[in-house]
């Protein structure tokens, strides 16, 4: 049912309102935010560390890992990111976490899709978006990740969990933090809340910057008896 009712309000936004892009402002195309100039500007990640997706150097060789998946295993089975985060993604990005566009997450789980088309081999059970503390949710007003998501489980039949982990603590921000910093930050900030044993998840989130968070929900989940997490991120930060 809240599947038909999303599409029917995706059908009625797109018969009444003519898409524009959220870029520049012109004329979208196919029914997409996103005019065609704005859409070949993009970063595709297309040549990317086979499990956790940083982009490659143009040399590195196809289906390659990165150093440092090489050194130690980020705990997820693969990331699949379609976009390098560069500022076109930026200012779409910002403008649903920091200034309530919310437009813009149809548009972001749209290329999601896009990018996931024919890589997708196997369902998994569910889609758990990255959760954000209450006080951060409260103050924002929504979860950024859930918005992104919703799309990505109607295009592909997936249920989303959002209540599956919840974020015990407000953390830092993770982009406001070192490198050295980000991994002690993160740690036990997540608790799993519902049974997850046997479960192929998908960690879904808007971007993947070090992979710390990521990876410490992938753990806590791993230990409460999930068989498989993968990661889908919108985009992947080089």
Not at 2 to 9: A, D, F, G, R, S
Not at 74 to 79: A, I, R, S, T, V
Not at 158 to 170: D, S
């Amino acid at each position: 049912m809240v599947m038909k009712v999303y599409n029917w309000i995706d059908f009625a936004l797109n018969r009444l309102y003519a898409s524009r892009c959220r870029l520049c402002g012109d004329q979208g195309a196919n029914g997409r935010d996103l005019c065609p100039d704005c859409k070949k500007d993009l970063s595709h990640n297309q040549h990317c560390c086979r499990v956790c997706a940083i982009p490659l150097p143009p040399a590195a060789p196809e289906n390659s890992l990165c150093g440092s998946c090489s050194q130690q295993h980020p705990g997820f089975e693969q990331c699949l990111a379609a976009l390098v985060y560069d500022q076109e993604v930026g200012q779409l990005v910002s403008g649903l976490k920091f200034r309530n566009q919310l437009g813009n997450a149809r548009l972001l789980g749209d290329l999601l899709c896009g990018y996931l088309e024919g890589k997708i081999f196997e369902k998994p059970d569910f889609i758990l978006p990255v959760p954000l503390h209450r006080s951060r949710l409260k103050t924002r007003g929504y979860n950024q990740a859930l918005e992104i998501a919703r799309p990505v489980g109607r295009r592909f039949g997936i249920p989303l969990r959002p209540k599956v982990c919840a974020r015990n603590r407000a953390t830092e921000a993770q982009a406001d933090l070192d490198k050295g910093d980000r991994g002690k930050n993160i740690r036990g900030a997540f608790s799993v809340k519902k049974q997850v044993s046997g479960r192929r998840i998908v960690l879904l989130d808007d971007v993947v910057t070090t992979g710390n968070t990521v990876s410490e929900l992938t753990r806590v989940l791993r230990q409460a008896g999930a068989a498989r997490v993968d990661v889908w991120a919108v985009a992947r930060t080089p």
